[in-house]
């Protein structure tokens, strides 16, 4: 598939207005429903960022109109805020695929196993790097230092292991992530980290690391299974590496005009930025709204 034009005017793919009972929908969050940095010169609040009226009012009329949809995200499940579960949604991809809800119940879930889990933190504590353990019930910051983590200040922060086992006694953590800085602080561990995880730029200075065998893509495709209707029609809408499976899962992958140019690549249709409500703008293109 080929790049499309991010000007409306100029659409790849003409309406299609698509049947809403066989036609599931995936939207990433940052960068896609919500956009990035201060807003109106507040303080940056990485976690709680809001959509726009503009998109509140678009899912309102998708719902209205019989489609279901799904929240797909590297965020982990309580990092869900409220602005967030406001969208009336089918359900949620969380933890960049290991994690699926559907109607407010957690219907799948994979962790990172505990023996992976304890020599990945062990190696990190060796480092200068901060790292963020994130789990559907509790997320952990391992900051070997005692640096805070910008933007997380709130959860609690933890030394080595022992630290994690105290907060978070039963593991469950499905991925992790490191800022920009600390990925390049962590020196040799980087290539443990490669070795044995996923590891996405999400273009937001953010890396994502998730198991080997789990990504966006893998939650898409056991969304729909558990939904039961395999010959859905399938729509996702993304803007960095984090959602290249995602967008390769599904019939009509929607790339965001801020999107990375590897995203672009690989999409049927280019909307506007975030910052211009691109989602809004695709889904009228498509008569989805």
Known sequence: ????????????????????????????????????????????????R????????????????????????????????????????????T???????????????ETIPADLLEQTVRVLEKTDGIAMFEGSKQCVVLSPNNEPYKGFEQVPHVRNFEGVCEVAPDLGFNKFGLDEASMGRIGDARNYLEEHFNVFNLGLGLYDLTMKGFDKGVGVRRAIDLLGDSSARTFAFGDSENDLAMLQAVDVPVAMGNALDSVKAIAAYVTDSVEDDGVVTALEHFGLI
């Open 50 to 93: 809001k959509p726009t009226p503009a998109i509140y009012e678009a899912f309102e009329r998708l719902h209205n109109n019989g489609y279901k949809s799904f929240i797909c995200t590297g965020r982990p499940l309580c990092l869900i805020p409220d602005s967030l579960r406001a969208l009336p949604v089918t359900g949620y991809v």
């Open 1 to 48: 598939m080929s790049e499309a034009s991010v000007t409306p005017a100029q659409p790849q793919i003409a309406n299609t207005h698509e049947d809403p009972a066989s036609t599931v929908l995936f939207f990433d969050v940052d960068g896609t429903i919500v956009g990035h940095g201060n807003v109106d010169g507040e303080p940056d609040d990485f976690i709680g």
């Open 95 to 109: 933890g960049a695929g290991a994690v699926v809800t559907i109607d407010g119940k957690i219907v799948l879930e």
